[in-house]
């Protein structure tokens, strides 16, 4: 019943819902009407309860009188009591659903990329996140509260965040908290790793180590390292043109250990590739590399770093 009285006060009625309207209101006046409508909402809802539907055979008799005592209404209105326990009862079911649905638990929905894949996410905020492979993110359906928290589980991502002035975007990684208001960022935090990572590309953002209060702000083209052993954060700066790469499924590797390079090459390609030669694991790698096959790229590093490699099959590669 409900909709039926806001669609006429919105000026949506069919012909017949319109009929029926003046039939339950006892008037074929459109003004009347939606006078009779409007006050029945106004003075209608916490007072009712099903045990005394009387209430509003009083209030609806009050509703006429004062149009009667206007001196173009010549006509009585007979209100079934009926129509305003109807609205009230909608009302107040209504508002006890608000009410029940702000004191549930909020739905979590969780987003993995799988290994060989990226994923594009959309929150309810309208804020976008690029998951890079082998990567995990854990968001609610609705944000309430006083921020808009997610959680990288694992992995990499890269943020473009809707501005909320009155709402901070709140990452959670394993060891830190980054807040923004509205901007564009990258944040790789793998659990294996002995380094979260936060690069900014617009705008402004606030790392918070997890056992610190203290607070690290970052603008366009700076990245926060964490040292996840000693909760220690340097910065340093970063070509801007570099800043998540992958996305356009390059490649690219600065100083990092060799270790480190063939984990990322794992999630990328979705194969396993295991170290024989203990000595190659620190061995650093500086490479741009564009989108191409696994053994192109595996051809280019071992040139650099001095090592062979054996395709057992399309799953397993080995290193010495």
Known sequence: MLSSYQRFLEGKSSEEELRQLFKDF?????????????EAFENTGTEYTSSQPDKFQGLFQKISDRIDDRPHHKKTFIVNWRIAASIAATLIIAGGYYLWSLSRPVEMKTVTAAYGKRVEVFLPDSSEVWLNSGSTLQYPVIFQGKTRLVTLKEGEAFFVVTHDAHKPFVVQTGKTNVSVLGTSFEIAAFTKEPETLITVSTGKVGVVPASSAQSTFLLPGERAILDKATNVIRTVKVDMADIAVWRQGRLLFDDQ????VMASLERKYNVRIEIKNSRLLNEKVTMRLGNQPLDNVLTAISFSNHFTFKKINEQLIIVN
């Open 26 to 38: 006892g008037t074929t006046d459109e003004a009347t009407l939606r006078v009779l409508i409007k």
């Open 257 to 260: 250990p060799l270790a480190t």
